[in-house]
């Protein structure tokens, strides 16, 4: 009988406590209420599977409509590559960033969807979103 040469292989993976949220920083929006769509894109999102430590890639797309605040560029970067070693599930990763994102900004809506590449003959595609919910006088609650 042959044993399973991959059975004990895996590569190092991080906890989840290592996403690096210090390093997000906000910017001034000007035109809170103007229902302004702000979309980030990239191709180059990756972490890693908690199980085996192989690497999953992504096309990420963050979508929100701001408050009064923008998150800065760089510094939202850095964050996303805090996930680089990471050890998480596809569909824990786009809630996280929904999490750090939404306590980060207080948007009027924030979607995350990563569009993971196909690996084993299977692409996932997973979506969180938040919506703040209206209170009587159709403002935002927090």
């Known amino acids: 009988m042959t044993t399973d040469k991959y059975l004990l292989r895996r590569f190092d993976t991080q906890a989840e406590e290592t996403i690096d949220t210090r390093v997000l920083e906000t910017i001034p929006f000007d035109y809170p209420g103007s229902a302004t769509e702000v979309v980030y894109e990239t191709e180059e999102f990756t972490s890693v599977c908690p199980w085996t430590g192989l690497p999953d890639?992504?096309?990420?797309?963050?979508?929100?409509?701001?408050?009064?605040?923008?998150?800065?560029?760089?510094?939202?970067?850095?964050?996303?590559?805090?996930?680089?070693?990471?050890?998480?599930?596809?569909?824990?990763?786009?809630?996280?960033?929904?999490?750090?994102?939404?306590?980060?900004?207080?948007?009027?809506?924030?979607?995350?969807?990563?569009?993971?590449?196909?690996?084993?003959?299977?692409?996932?595609?997973?979506?969180?979103?938040?919506?703040?919910?209206?209170?009587?006088?159709?403002r935002g609650q927090h």
Do not use: C, W
């Open 57 to 138: 890639f992504a096309h990420l797309t963050i979508t929100y409509t701001p408050e009064r605040s923008l998150v800065e560029l760089k510094s939202l970067k850095y964050y996303l590559t805090s996930f680089r070693n990471v050890g998480i599930l596809q569909e824990h990763a786009v809630n996280r960033m929904l999490r750090d994102l939404v306590s980060l900004l207080d948007p009027s809506s924030l979607t995350v969807e990563a569009s993971y590449n196909e690996r084993g003959g299977l692409r996932t595609r997973a979506t969180a979103r938040y919506e703040r919910e209206l209170g009587r006088d159709g």
